[in-house]
């Protein structure tokens, strides 16, 4: 069974909550293991503020490549059947030839870190003719006032927002803009079992 996506509990946990908000989107509720979310848990939140309080920075950069090489290693293990794939700086971008929109084709979901009113992390599950497939876990119940930007809350299995392609790729700090290239990144998430590869389908061709 899968279960829907949620929102994160604070103002700082959106890092581990679009995580796990991927892995739920991508396998069943039982076969996601207890020791995946409690590692997700574990090495996030991983920031201290300017005052020195822990956590209350979120999640780092640095702490989101160690999850994504660490679930490549427990995958070893057989015990789930996902792969991850880090991407940061110019690598991360909305287009044709981006890594990402390659992995929402093919079934996979992209973690990334952009703007909303600071860095926040949100996943995102799919592609559509009005945008980008979003499920932002901070939880919002008035329409955005920012052209194209749809609220939606009837799809809590894959999205709560669709986002415009054009707002990804700014490099200003502007509402969902990737941002800068120092500030960009990426964890691109599959299950290997339903991963469309050119082997599986003949339309990944054309």
């Known amino acids: 069974m899968k279960n829907p996506l949620h929102y994160q509990l604070s103002e700082c946990d959106c890092g581990p909550t679009a995580l796990l908000n991927g892995l739920s989107y ?3 509720r039982e076969e ?6 409690r590692n997700v848990m574990l090495y996030c939140l991983d920031c201290y503020n300017d005052e020195g309080i822990p956590c209350k920075s979120g999640t780092s950069m640095a702490a989101m490549m160690f999850l994504s090489n660490w679930l490549n290693g ?9 792969s991850s794939q880090y991407l940061s700086g110019r690598s991360v971008y909305i287009g044709p030839e981006s890594y990402i929109n390659d992995a929402l084709m093919r079934g996979g979901v992209a973690v990334v870190r952009l703007f909303y009113e600071e860095a926040h992390y949100v996943v995102l599950t799919g592609i559509e003719k009005d945008g980008i497939r979003m499920f932002d876990p901070y939880y919002e119940e ?3 006032k920012e052209e194209g930007v749809q609220l939606v809350l009837d799809q809590p299995f894959s999205h ?9 790729n700014q490099e200003s700090l502007e509402l969902y803009a990737f941002g800068p290239y120092e500030m960009r990144e990426a964890v691109l998430l599959f299950n ?5 590869t050119p082997e599986k389908s003949i339309e990944y061709f054309i």
């Open 74 to 82: 427990f995958c070893k293990t057989g015990r789930l059947p996902v």
């Open 142 to 144: 008035e329409p955005f």
């Open 32 to 37: 996601i293991p207890p020791e995946v979310i």
């Open 192 to 196: 290997n079992e339903t991963m469309i």
């Open 26 to 28: 991508l396998f069943q």
């Open 160 to 168: 709560n927002r669709i986002v415009p392609a054009c707002y990804f």
